[in-house]
């Protein structure tokens, strides 16, 4: 009985060890078509691209974010430059909100604003309190470096930086939108205004076209 026993328990030690080794090649089997599906190889992986340094990521994002500097000739739009050649007394609600909305409350003060239909209504809607027209560069340029004023009503020391700001003002950028004061306050016009009832060229309201640059030389 022994005997029997000892003989069954080798036997069921060779299945067993049998077994094992199915069971081993099987998962090799399976680990190798998990590896390489269909039969084809996997492809090796791209080497990773080394990481910049704080120096070059700092450059590169400057770069991204940095504004494109407008040409010299570069314009999207004509520049308006509008004067107010009359007060306020005995003018309307409307009319004052229309002059308001323009940064225009006194005399002889100048806006600069872009050429476009919803300006141009608002020009009409107050055309016998005001003049204006294109101004054209060179008259820009002296207004700028002359009138133009900073916060804290400092002026412009430096002439190229005044035609800079004008590249950027040509290009439509706001007088604002470059640090300078919206507002250009002008002196009286030698020789003085044309009739101030009368629309131009009787008179010195409304419209007047590049006509505008012999008014602002005379007023600079």
């Known amino acids: 009985m022994p005997a029997k ?15 094992g080794i199915k069971k081993t090649e099987g998962d090799k089997s399976r680990l190798q078509a998990r ?37 010299p000739a570069e314009r999207v739009e004509p520049v308006l430059a509008v004067v107010m050649v009359r007060g306020l007394v005995g003018t309307t ?9 323009l940064r225009l409350g006194r005399v002889n003060h100048c806006v600069l604003v872009p050429k476009n239909p919803n300006y ?12 204006w027209g294109e101004i054209g560069r060179e008259t820009l340029e002296k207004l ?3 009138r133009g004023r900073f916060s804290g009503d400092k002026r412009l020391e430096d002439s190229a930086y005044a035609k800079e700001l004008v590249d950027l ?20 016009p030698s020789k003085g205004y044309r009739s101030t009832k009368v629309l131009f060229p009787k008179g010195s309201l409304g419209y007047r076209g590049e006509k505008i640059n012999e008014l602002l030389k005379r007023m600079i």
Do not use: C, W, Y
Not at 93 to 101: A, D, E, N, P, Y
Not at 120 to 131: A, R, S, W
Not at 169 to 188: C, D, N, W, Y
């Open 5 to 19: 026993a000892d003989s069954g328990q080798e036997e069921r030690k060779v299945e067993l060890k049998k077994e």
């Open 35 to 71: 590896e390489t599906p269909s039969g084809e190889s996997r492809k090796p992986r791209a080497p990773r691209k080394p990481r910049a340094g704080k120096a070059e990521a700092k450059e590169a994002k400057e770069t991204k974010h940095a504004p494109e500097k407008p040409g």
């Open 93 to 101: 609600r409307q009319i004052r909100s229309t002059l308001s909305m």
């Open 120 to 131: 141009e209504g608002m020009l009409q809607n107050v055309k016998h309190m005001i003049t």
């Open 144 to 146: 700028v470096a002359k």
């Open 169 to 188: 003002m040509l290009s439509g950028k706001s007088a604002k939108e470059i640090g300078l004061k919206p507002v250009f306050r002008l002196s009286p």
